[in-house]
């Protein structure tokens, strides 16, 4: 009574539950090139969006979703006892799986670099809550599949957009690709948690999609009948029927595969699943009420430090806070503030902000510890008179503090890798009492370094210098300077030679880590002679009117090509010499 019913309301009469299970039947064909095409680019647009971690790309691979209908067949299968379209739809989703992954890793592997990006992370730690969301997306999807196309049919891409079944098996591919050439543990982490968003994406829609073809009844006996003359005339079926005919248990698949059996089949599957995905949900619970902890404490440091300690009593500035982080062990909170300061604040200063934080945060003051990181900006007050019972302290100037921060802050980025073909030449720091610091990244290179890498490269230098809101930016040095061009058999430099010389040499002069080299070319007719005597003309103009040596600084080759020429270029030096000196900045 309630099948009818159901029925009836959707509108699906016996009719369109034949043309419902033989569409879903035809579209599990491996020889549908169409299918293979959309399984191929979804997994090549799903992967490249989790690289750029762009959720807009990523949604539109989504929207192709291929793995749908063999899903939806698995839940059809299950419904129906078909044994057929069991085997059928698990094999089109196995070599579907084994496509899209190999894909993903191909492509992984030819990326000059693999960050893990929160596009990726969000897809490593499924929890219950993406199995409920699959299950109602199961739900509607299998609806409006069935459902004649009026108006239900625009559910389709919400299903798909909800489910997010290309994503994932992406995850898996980027995780084995990191795996195979980066990092094993990490990646096989990332594998293994995309895998599980997969897999619990599998079975929740196909769990909903069988209690929804139950609803429907949609394997009556005339669609079944049906369904059999169509098996007749359909190769693959055929294939499939005769190989599991030769199988010595296909017989007792009709015990096992019963209504109950299968239920039961799914059922179990579905509390597997669940363990893993409750010990997510509640790890996530925890790590999102730390974090909102944390966000509290940190709102509460900086407000009770801005309203009463970053002004003088006239309301001057005082000091501004460029860097803030907590930690808590033991119902310890340390609070570690890196300000910078105008006057230095004296421990009576100090304990005053414990009590007014502990005041605002509720706790005892006992339990709050002040780290405060001071960097001086003017000569107020650089250093507190040291206390009588001990020896006094030496006197630090203003350069000594500034070339102690520079030094780490060399220590930290002496390693800064940059994607190939870049290299990093140098690096400047400009600080100033009212703004974050400013880091730019000086760089050689023949192209610019695209906007996403620039993104990941000053995050890395961010998370090295353990400083969020500096500011980060990237020029470029262009290795190629261009080509000066001689008369035939002369080795004389014209006013245009010279000028592109002087460009040389400023660039040299200013980065004592770059080098030049040269390749000299000579015509067939001109003797072998002009081309050292080219040479030199270069290196003493480089060395008479800018001061670079050429012992160490200058190099060249005798060329192949057959003009009047000298090809400049710059290259990086193989040990770089310290970072430009840190620049002031007044307010």
């Not at 490593?124 to 609806?143: C, E, H, M, Y």
Request: glycine share 6%; proline share 6%; with cysteine.
């Amino acid at each position: 009574m309630f099948r009818r019913w159901f029925a009836n309301n959707l509108g699906v009469g016996q009719a369109r539950k034949e043309q419902v299970y033989l569409e879903i039947c035809s579209s599990l064909s491996l020889d549908d090139a169409s299918y293979w095409i959309q399984v191929l680019f979804a997994a090549g647009i799903a992967t490249l969006g989790l690289v750029l971690n762009s959720p807009a790309v990523i949604i539109g691979a989504m929207l192709i979703s291929p793995l749908m209908g063999g899903i939806l067949a698995n839940g059809l299968a299950l419904a129906a006892g078909d044994v057929i379209l069991a085997m059928r739809s698990l094999l089109n989703l196995l070599l579907s799986c084994l496509v899209a992954i190999s894909f993903a890793v191909l492509l992984v592997t030819l990326l000059p670099f693999k960050e893990i990006t929160s596009e990726i992370l969000a897809r490593t730690r499924p929890n219950i809550l993406d199995l409920v969301i699959a299950l109602f997306s199961g739900a509607v999807g299998s609806v409006a599949i069935c459902k004649e196309p009026k108006g239900v049919a625009t559910s389709i891409p919400g299903v798909a957009i909800a489910v997010a079944l290309m994503p994932p098996l992406c995850v898996v591919g980027y995780g084995i690709g990191v795996a195979i050439s980066l990092n094993r543990v990490q990646g096989l982490q990332v594998a293994s948690g995309g895998g599980l968003l997969f897999f619990t994406n599998l079975v929740a829609i196909t769990f909903t999609a069988m209690l929804v073809f139950l609803a429907l009844h949609i394997d009556n006996d005339q669609v079944r009948q049906r369904v059999r003359e169509w098996r007749h005339t359909h190769p693959e079926s055929v294939w499939v029927q005769t190989l599991l005919e030769k199988l010595p248990f296909y017989g007792k698949l009709g015990k096992i595969g019963s209504l109950p059996g299968r239920l039961l089949l799914i059922f179990i599957t579905i509390g597997v699943i669940i363990f893993p995905l409750n010990r997510s949900l509640t790890q996530l619970g925890r790590e999102i009420a730390l974090q909102q902890q944390d966000n509290r404490n940190r709102s509460s440091a900086r407000d009770v430090w801005e309203k009463n300690f970053a002004t003088f009593p006239d309301g001057e500035p005082r000091s501004f806070i460029s860097n803030i982080s907590t930690s808590e062990q033991n119902d310890k909170l340390t609070i570690q503030l890196q300000v910078f300061t105008s006057q230095q604040y004296s421990p009576d200063e100090q304990d005053i902000y414990i009590q007014q934080l502990a005041a605002r945060l509720g706790r005892l003051p006992e339990l709050l510890t002040l780290k405060l990181v001071e960097i001086p900006t003017a000569s107020n007050e650089l250093l507190r008179p040291a206390p009588q019972e001990k020896p006094p302290e030496p006197v630090l100037t203003i350069a000594q503090l500034q070339s102690t921060f520079v030094q780490e802050v060399q220590s930290a980025l002496r390693d800064l890798r940059l994607p190939p073909p870049a290299e990093m030449v140098n690096y400047e720091l400009v600080n100033s009492p009212v703004a974050p610091l400013r880091i730019r990244v000086l760089y050689l290179s023949e192209r610019d370094i695209d906007r996403d890498a620039q993104n990941l490269v000053a995050d890395s230098v961010r998370s090295r210098l353990d400083y969020e809101s500096a500011q980060v930016s990237m020029q470029r040095i262009a290795s190629d300077l261009g080509t000066i061009s001689f008369e035939n058999g002369q080795s004389e430099l014209s006013s245009d030679n010279t000028q592109l010389l002087d460009r040389a040499g400023q660039i040299l002069q200013q980065q004592p880590s770059l080098n030049l080299e040269m390749i000299v070319n000579q015509e067939e007719d001109e003797l072998a002679e002009i081309v050292p005597e080219r040479a030199q003309a270069i290196v003493e103009y480089l060395e008479s009117q800018w001061q670079i040596s050429s012992d160490d600084r200058i190099d060249w080759q005798t060329g192949t090509e057959s003009q009047r020429s000298a090809i400049l270029k710059l290259t990086v030096k193989s040990r770089r010499k310290p970072p430009v000196a840190t620049m002031p900045e007044s307010p």
